[in-house]
């Protein structure tokens, strides 16, 4: 049974940084693409990143610069590196096996002004 667990959500003050984990079981995630997406309130949810098996990444134009998406394929965990938040950033994170229907619980992320 694969399940992927996020941690690492919070509450900051804009232009600080958080560090979000995603552990998985149940799959061997070195054989897949990973992304994080995010869902804000009244918003539908949204791509941030994606890391490729090679390691090539790409990021939504909004957390470009400011966001850094890795992964840890001895600890079959992804992460996702966030500095300078601003209050946009606030949302929901989800990790997702990229193009799957495989997702986590969520962690809340909330930037204050």
């Known amino acids: 049974q694969v399940r992927l667990v996020e941690s690492g959500g919070g509450l900051v003050q804009a232009g600080g940084s958080l560090r979000l984990s995603c552990a998985a079981s149940?799959?061997?995630?070195?054989?897949?693409?990973m992304a994080w997406y995010r869902q804000a309130p009244g918003n539908q949810r949204s791509w941030v990143a994606t890391?490729?098996?090679?390691?090539?990444?790409n990021y939504a134009d909004s957390v470009k610069g400011r966001f850094t998406i890795s992964r840890d394929n001895a600890k079959n965990a992804v992460y996702l590196q966030m500095n300078s938040l601003k209050p946009e950033d606030t949302a929901v994170y989800y990790c997702?096996?990229?193009?799957?229907?495989?997702w986590g619980q969520g962690t809340q992320v909330t930037i204050s002004s």
């Open positions: 890391i490729t098996i090679g390691g090539s990444t």
């Open positions: 149940g799959i061997i995630l070195r054989s897949r693409a």
């Open positions: 997702n096996i990229f193009g799957s229907n495989y």
